[in-house]
């Protein structure tokens, strides 16, 4: 069974990677990989991480490219790739416009889809942008649907999927989250998190991430107001590594740059970003995958959003979400912040998205799928 794995961002990678070291250790599987790079350096620090080499680079990021502009390039270079090596499967992760045209491509040519992490859906195609529709494009075309949980298992059932096409597998996010967990926090952020004296009878640390498209203008600015206004309180300190968008470095620069007890730092590997994970006490994110990982450290996560495709979270207490308006924003992280009760009642909740197992439950269904 010939089975080409194809991704091309940081998200995808940590995902997929479990996966594919599944697939190459299983008789009978003849594995292979192609990255488009849609995101260039942040996808390559996590194939090193995991020792991925991928057997065909696309590379294809350019600066400030549009979506169409991406779109195009993936038809016209993955096309050839698969005439080429004429895979019995082609393997997709998730919600990006790599998944989205390398499903389309695969169907064209009929060679069977799976789609990991399948099933997620907010119901707006607006939020996220553009990724709910990237998704849903992946679940029409795809002939095996990995659901991560029973709630995207029912939603795929509610589209007329047929559920012997569904495997419900958990999320293979917590299969690399664990493997990376367990190496020695980096140097430099044992360092920085001293030298802001955050520790044990210390300051508390908050972690940030803010990029989604949804997002850009006036909801990043709230954002921001937000994270100004919690670092006034002198006991915590947010840490919030900037994603390289324009649209998010100039706002976040020029609101943030010189404010006390925020510290911004450029994109962090996937490493030291589990590592930021491990010692904060409160997650401030509208990442999808990071209300996935936080949760398995007790972690409680704010997601800035006003939707979510992640309700099993929110249901399990793990997860809330506060939209980008700065009262809101303020009032839940003070309220977390100051009420033990409160804390303690999302910190301990258990995670619905995954127990270390997803990668071999993935590679079981592909063996014993039946047309």
């Not at 080409?4 to 961002?9: C, D, I, K």
């Not at 012997?164 to 998190?193: C, F, H, K």
């Not at 401030?284 to 996560?301: C, K, M, N, R, Y």
């Given at each position: ?132 529709i990237n998704r849903r494009v992946a679940g ?49 952020i044992s360092r920085l998190l001293s030298d ?176």
């Amino acid at each position: 069974m010939r089975i080409l794995s194809v991704f091309g961002t940081r998200p995808e990678a940590v995902k997929m990677a479990p996966v594919v070291r599944e697939l190459k250790r299983t008789p009978g599987i003849e594995a292979s990989v192609c990255v488009t790079a849609q995101h260039r350096q942040m996808l390559d620090q996590v194939l090193e991480l995991f020792g991925l080499q991928p057997d065909v680079d696309l590379d294809l990021m350019r600066d400030d490219q549009s979506l169409a502009e991406l779109s195009a390039a993936i038809f016209s270079r993955l096309d050839p790739v698969l005439e080429k090596l004429k895979p019995d499967w082609v393997l997709v992760q998730g919600d990006t416009t790599t998944v989205a045209v390398a499903s389309l491509l695969a169907y064209y040519r009929r060679i069977r889809v799976g789609h990991v992490e399948a099933g997620l859906r907010t119901h707006d195609k607006w939020q996220p942008f553009p990724e709910e529709i990237n998704r849903r494009v992946a679940g029409v075309v795809a002939d095996l649907h990995f659901a991560p949980t029973e709630w995207a298992r029912r939603n795929l059932l509610a589209e007329g999927i047929d559920g012997r096409a569904i495997a419900v597998t958990g999320n293979p996010v917590i299969d690399a989250l664990q493997v990376v967990a367990g190496q020695p926090e980096p140097v430099a952020i044992s360092r920085l998190l001293s030298d802001l004296g955050v520790g044990p009878g210390g300051k508390r640390l908050i972690l940030v991430t803010a990029h989604r498209r949804e997002n850009f203008g006036r909801p990043l600015e709230e954002i921001c107001a937000a994270l100004k206004e919690l670092g006034g309180r002198g006991d915590v300190e947010l840490v919030y590594p900037v994603h390289l968008n324009p649209n998010v470095q100039e706002p976040v620069r020029r609101l943030l740059g010189e404010v006390a007890h925020i510290t911004l730092l450029p994109p962090q590997d996937y490493l030291p970003l589990v590592h930021l994970m491990k010692r904060a006490t409160l997650v401030l994110t509208d990442s999808g995958g990071i209300q996935e990982e936080a949760p398995t450290f007790g972690v409680p996560v704010l997601v800035l959003r006003q939707v979510t495709e992640r309700p099993e979270g929110v249901e399990a207490g793990v997860l809330k979400l506060v939209g980008t308006a700065r009262q809101f924003i303020v009032a839940e992280a003070r309220r977390l912040l100051d009420d033990p009760a409160a804390y303690a009642g999302m910190a301990h909740a258990a995670n619905p998205f995954g127990d270390g197992t997803a990668a071999v439950k993935i590679v079981r269904a592909l063996l014993d799928f039946r047309a």
